[in-house]
């Protein structure tokens, strides 16, 4: 079965390197001025504006050659964009949106900009968009008098480019050198992926693919967008992770059984385990629940007074910064998720209490009659973020409890988001993990867990509503779709595991005499592999 898998494995590695990637660069040419700032494409050829020229330049997307030039309308031209008949730029100094004739670099029209800082601009068929760095929004207005229709927070705080491709709009940010495709309509940050400099500026689309303009290095940079890899992986860290399991008995009684189980972390998207893992003591039981989960079995009987226990496994694992390319529309639909994952995944039980008018309630409330499941999974993370914050108050509750509460630890968290997503019928489950804190040799007694969440087409896709508990869009979009390079995922579950119970990492049932006082301590300690 091992051998099976990471057969499975290769083949999904294999299948991933051989497409680009959202957002990896296809092709380069230098800009022809020093200052490029907008960018748009008018069906046969790139505009590209330049501040320090004042001029809009005519580009042959397939050499980089311009074919000509105008004058820029005023003097500090950023934003640019074509509405099938002419050309939109914006000015930074004059706080102007024009409307020019690129044949002749005529002014057919001047509105006011939304904003007092207009960078990037877009147009959506009806009306334009623009990327405000200063008030940190973006702006869909009228063409016709600059009456702002909606808008929406950035996703995060230095926006400069912006364009749209039919669907998303796309917009990058200047500090955090990423490009972001957002939802028009919510403002949702759906996909993140890396800028291909270090300053983007202007973004444009030509049917498909993406084109960036970054000031920094002079370069236009034509981006792959859609395509069939799934995921990327970066920022490899190797480790070893030492797991102790440690039962203090303080007497003055003896315990009289103790079962121990640490669970077996495997081969995943975002981790691969190296050779054997090493056990102390030597040659456990391997046993399987109904979920999947294998765990190695530590029996002890007669454990006197005044005795400290331990149960050790040493992982050597390499992990990676994964990162999800979702698009809506590529997703499934809840008839196409397999019947023996929503016969386990929609299970319902006493922590997450499914059919509870708390739960209903809220799902009722966020998803409404939403049926893409990627949407329905995003909606109620939504409404975790709006409705939930974070706070680590000791034990766990039901989730309709933590739900009425408004407040809850990460694994409270986890199961009403599970909860919800079952109520509205997509298969979720939770996976427990260690986590390195801060240096890469560390030591974690805290650990973490978040949701998965099945979507056709792409799998079981991580989502950890208590991290998505940010201010910036960005920020709660890194929270669904993606995980750092700081988790060792040791188990996958529905919860309720006769061997696992609702914990993770580990667990453990004993019996003792009477009037014995058992500690229990689990820690994990993380030592990079060079």
Not at 3 to 13: D, G, P, T, Y
Not at 104 to 119: F, H, Q, W, Y
Request: glycine share 8%; charged share 25%.
């Amino acid at each position: 079965m091992k051998k099976k898998l990471s057969v499975m494995m290769l083949a999904l590695f294999l299948f991933n390197t051989l497409w680009a990637h959202t957002g990896e660069v296809i092709k380069s040419f230098d800009t022809p001025g020093s200052c490029p700032t907008g960018l748009t494409y008018d069906g046969k050829s790139l505009w590209l504006a330049d501040r320090k020229a004042d001029k809009l330049f005519c580009i042959n997307p397939k050499s980089g050659k311009v074919i000509k030039s105008i004058d820029s309308p005023a003097y500090w031209p950023m934003g640019l964009c074509w509405d099938g008949e002419a050309l939109w730029n914006s000015d930074w100094k004059e706080q102007k949106i024009f409307k020019i004739d690129p044949k002749t670099g005529t002014i057919l029209k001047a509105v006011d900009a939304p904003e007092g800082s207009p960078r990037g601009l877009a147009w959506d068929g009806k009306y334009l968009w623009c990327a405000d760095e200063r008030a940190d929004k973006i702006i869909q207005f009228s063409p016709d008098d600059g009456t702002t229709i909606r808008e929406f927070r950035s996703p995060a705080s230095d926006p400069r480019g912006i364009c749209f491709d039919g669907t998303y709009l796309w917009v990058s940010d200047r500090i955090k050198d990423e490009i972001y495709m957002v939802d028009p309509e919510s403002g949702c940050v759906v996909l993140i992926t890396e800028a291909p400099g270090p300053f983007t500026r202007g973004l444009a689309f030509d049917g498909k693919n993406l084109w960036a303009a970054d000031y920094q290095n002079d370069k236009i940079y034509r981006l792959k967008v859609r395509d069939k890899k799934l995921f990327i992986r970066k920022n490899e860290r190797r480790a070893k992770v030492t797991l102790t399991h440690q039962v203090k008995n303080f007497g003055p009684n003896n315990i009289k059984t103790l079962d121990v189980h640490l669970a077996i972390p495997v081969d995943r998207d975002n981790q691969e385990i190296n050779g054997e893992i090493v056990y102390t003591p030597k040659h456990p039981k391997i046993v399987t629940d109904k979920w999947g989960q294998k765990t190695a079995l530590f029996s002890t009987k007669f454990i006197e007074a005044k005795t400290i226990q331990n149960v050790i496994s040493v992982v050597d694992a390499t992990i990676y910064e994964t990162r999800y390319f979702i698009f809506p529309d590529k997703v499934g639909s809840l008839s196409e998720i397999p019947k023996e994952v929503k016969n386990i995944y929609l299970e319902n039980n006493e922590k997450y209490q499914i059919k509870h008018p708390v739960i209903g309630d809220a799902v009722a409330k966020c998803v409404g009659d939403e049926k893409n499941p990627y949407w329905i999974a995003r909606k109620i993370f939504n409404y975790l973020i709006e409705n939930m914050y974070y706070e680590m108050v000791g034990g766990w509750n039901t989730a309709p409890t933590v739900l009425a509460r408004g407040n809850g630890s990460c694994s409270e968290y986890t199961f009403v988001y599970i909860a919800m997503c079952r109520a509205a019928g997509l298969p979720a489950r939770y996976v427990g993990s260690v986590v390195v804190r801060n240096d890469d040799a560390s030591m974690d007694d805290v650990f973490h867990r978040w949701a998965e969440v099945y979507l056709p087409n792409y799998g079981w896709i991580p989502v950890d509503p208590s991290g998505g508990d940010n201010k910036q869009p960005r920020d709660q979009a890194n929270y669904f779709g993606h995980l750092a390079n700081r988790f060792l995922i040791t188990t996958e579950s529905g919860g309720g595991s006769k061997t696992m119970g609702w914990t993770y990492n580990s667990n453990e049932f004993w019996t003792s005499e009477p009037q014995t006082k058992v500690e229990i301590e689990t820690i994990a300690e993380w030592e990079p592999v060079e």
